[in-house]
Structures are given as C-alpha cells and as structure tokens.
C-alpha cells in the first residue's frame, strides 16, 4: 500500500506546475520520505524487492523531473544507511542504479558535497562490487564511479587519490569467469586519468622551471640596473662634490681677496693722513 501510495503521488508531483517554492521545499521533503521508506523496506528481515525497486523508481521519476534533487539525495543520510546495508543483489543493483541516474544528470557537475560523504559513497560501491560476485553488481558499481568520476571533480579526486587500490581490486575482479566491459572501460579512465595527471605535473615542473629562470634573470637584471643607476648616481655626486668644493675655494679667494685690497685701502689712507700731517707740522 505505502508504495503504491509512493507511485500516485510522485505522478502528482510530476504533473504539478514548479514553483519556487513546491521545487525548493516539497520536493525534498517528498524524496526523503520516498527514501525513509526504501530504507525501512530494507531494513526487514525479508524485504520484498519489487516493493524496493518500485520505491525507488518513484525516486527516479522525479530526479528526472527535477534533477536538482540530486543534491539532496547525495547528502541524505538515507542513502548512506542504504549503501551501508547488507542487502540482497537485487536491492544493491537498485540502488547502485539510483546512484547512476543522479550523477548522471546535468546538473551533476554543479553539486556540492562534503569530501567525507563522497569518500563513504565510493567506499561503499566499492565493497558491494568485491564483496559479491556478481557481474550485473560489478558492471553497474563500475559504471557507478566511471559516470561519477567523468563528472564530478571531487569524486575525481577521490578515485585518483585511491588509484592503486581500486585497480588492483578491479583486476581481481576483471579475472573473474565473464569480462566485464564496464571494468575495463574504468580501467581505462583511470590509466587516463594519471597520464593526465603525470602531464599535469611535468607541465607544472616545467613551468616552475621556466618561472624560476625568468625570475632569476628580472632578478640579475634589476640587479645590472641597479649597479648602473648607483654608479651613475656615484659620479653625479662626486661631480656635484667636486663643484662645490671649487665654488666654496672661489669664494674663499673672493673673500681674501676682498679683504687684502680693504687693508691695501686702508694703509694708502693711513700713509696719506700721515703725509698730510707731516706736510701741516712743517709749515712755519
């Protein structure tokens, strides 16, 4: 009844005109009950999985219909308890399936979600792919990271930064009785991914390298200049020096000068008043 209730009301939802606010506030509240319920489902000792897909399907119908749901089912915690369920393989595949279809939605990309979330969300497709040997699991989880990774840079990160690990389980599992495409195909992204990565790095090398060398030669060069510009300023100075001190010797001879022709001046007129006073005292 609960899922048969789930399916009449996401057609509602579908066939209601958005606003800002059924988008924004009752759409998620909507898909976090579809969620509860999928949970509660799986958490039964002996859960049906045809009500399970058909819970999930209601998910799907409105992912589609408003992908911006896909944000928040990635941070709901329904959908960690999910993945840390033990489940049977029709439930995982399921699940693993609603994983598919949210990042492989167009606004993937844009999502914003904690590193610690995704890396729970990666380890636990991982362990659902190793711990059981089923192709159709394996081939959807590899799927799974391949579409996550292709379009999420923080996932990206997380499947270089856990590179050796995840390729040697996938080559376990890749030995396994039936090649599995999906496998190979990540195999492929991943070996692409670090040569893009090794490029990236020799790139940044190279143009530390170049960058470094440039800095060292504006640095010489400013250095050139700057033994120039004080050199020069050197010169100046002791020609500005050298000036001064001709004009201050000029002066001092001005000044000596001066003074010897006042004493000369003086002394004609002390000799001309004596002679004056000579020539009065011989008058009888």
């Keep these: 009844t609960a899922t048969k209730l789930c399916t009449l009301l996401a057609k ?34 002996c859960p049906d999985e045809e009500d399970y897909r058909q819970c999930l399907e209601c998910v799907f119908w409105l992912v589609d219909y408003s992908p911006a749901l896909g944000q928040t089912i990635l941070e709901s915690p329904r959908l960690l308890s999910m993945l840390m369920t033990e489940s049977s393989c029709g439930i995982d595949v399921c699940l693993l399936k609603l994983l598919r279809v949210v990042l492989t939605q167009s606004t993937a990309s844009r999502y914003h979600i904690e590193h610690d979330k995704l890396l729970v969300i990666f380890d636990e497709v991982m362990l659902k792919m190793t711990e059981q040997d089923i192709p159709a699991l394996q081939q959807i989880g590899a799927d799974v990271i391949y579409q996550a990774a292709k379009r999420h840079q923080p996932f990206r990160m997380i499947l270089l930064e856990n590179g050796e690990e995840v390729v040697d389980l996938l080559r376990v599992i890749n ?17 692409k991914l670090r040569k893009e990565e090794a490029e990236k790095a020799r790139l940044n090398a190279s143009a530390t390298k170049i960058q470094a060398c440039y800095r060292g030669y504006v640095a010489r060069r400013e250095l050139r200049l700057n033994s120039q510009r004080i050199s020069k300023f050197q010169l100046k100075f002791r020609e500005w020096l050298r000036r001064k001190k ?14 010897l022709s006042s004493r000369k001046a003086r002394e004609r007129r002390r000799m001309r008043l004596q002679e004056e ?4 005292l011989t008058i009888p």
């Design 12 to 45: 509602c939802c579908m066939g209601y005109s958005q606003s800002q606010e059924f988008s924004g506030v009752f759409l998620p509240l909507v898909v976090d009950s579809f969620m509860e319920l999928a949970n509660n489902i799986q958490g039964l000792s």
């Design 246 to 259: 001709e004009k201050e010797e000029e002066e001092r001879d001005a000044q000596l000068e001066k003074e």
């Design 175 to 191: 030995t396994a009785p039936g090649a599995h495409d999906n496998i190979n195909m990540l195999l492929k992204y991943i070996d």
């Design 277 to 280: 006073a000579s020539k009065l």
